[in-house]
């Protein structure tokens, strides 16, 4: 039987509009190390393009609440006000670590902080833009917000870029590819001194 080394967990956080899904999907093209996905699970509605267990596991709010209550999560919150929960669901991420892999998981900064008392040697990078107004740029320029959405995530976000200094590192997405290469960076870096 092959032994793996144990896998990491990379925590990458950002305010809403910064490009996270955009980057981590560059990064995931050309990874220096065994960097597996995590499907979170959330009580909100899917939209149109989106599938169920790969966009997220979309659960009624009884069934995320049985489920929290069960433990089956490594961190979850209700985002934005009290509207819907997000969760990070331990079977998504503790094979994966067994197996040797990297866990790549994009989530907000409170649940950084709770995945991080857990997994204290977890890799930590926050992703921010150059500015609150190049995230209010973005978040409009996809005309997919009310203004009552834009402006709690704005708020949310000057809150989030507050909390970056707890983050091990922090990467400025001003351009999509220098980005994703600086996170690939840290990822090849930390693999290097690992295996030392």
């Known amino acids: 039987m092959t032994r793996h080394a144990p896998g990491r967990l990379v925590v990458v956080s950002g305010p809403s509009g910064v490009g996270k899904s955009t980057v981590l999907r560059r990064v995931r093209q050309r990874a220096p190390v065994p960097l597996a996905g995590s499907v979170s699970a959330?009580?909100?509605?899917?939209?149109?393009?989106?599938?169920?267990?790969?966009?997220?596991?979309?659960?009624?709010?009884?069934?995320?609440?049985?489920?929290?209550?069960?433990?089956?999560?490594?961190?979850?919150?209700?985002?934005?006000?009290?509207?819907?929960?997000?969760?990070?669901?331990?079977?998504?991420?503790?094979?994966r670590l067994a197996a040797g892999q990297w866990v790549l998981l994009e989530i907000d900064v409170q649940g950084a902080r709770q995945i991080a008392r857990e997994y204290p040697d977890a890799v930590t990078i926050f992703l921010r833009a150059g500015s609150v107004?190049?995230?209010?740029?973005?978040?409009?320029?996809?005309?997919?917000?009310?203004?009552?959405?834009?402006?709690?995530?704005?708020?949310?976000?000057?809150?989030?870029?507050?909390?970056?200094?707890?983050?091990?590192?922090?990467?400025?997405?001003?351009?999509?590819?220098?980005?994703?290469?600086?996170i690939r960076d840290i990822l090849s870096q930390l693999e290097k001194n690992q295996d030392v």
Request: hydrophobic share 30%.
């Open 42 to 95: 959330t009580t909100r509605p899917p939209r149109p393009s989106e599938v169920d267990g790969v966009d997220y596991y979309f659960l009624t709010t009884e069934e995320f609440e049985r489920r929290r209550a069960a433990g089956d999560f490594l961190e979850c919150f209700q985002v934005f006000g009290r509207e819907h929960w997000y969760g990070t669901l331990r079977s998504e991420v503790e094979p």
């Open 133 to 182: 107004e190049e995230i209010e740029r973005r978040l409009r320029g996809r005309n997919t917000e009310t203004e009552a959405h834009i402006q709690q995530r704005l708020n949310q976000a000057r809150s989030e870029m507050a909390a970056s200094e707890y983050y091990k590192y922090q990467v400025v997405n001003d351009d999509v590819d220098r980005a994703a290469g600086e």
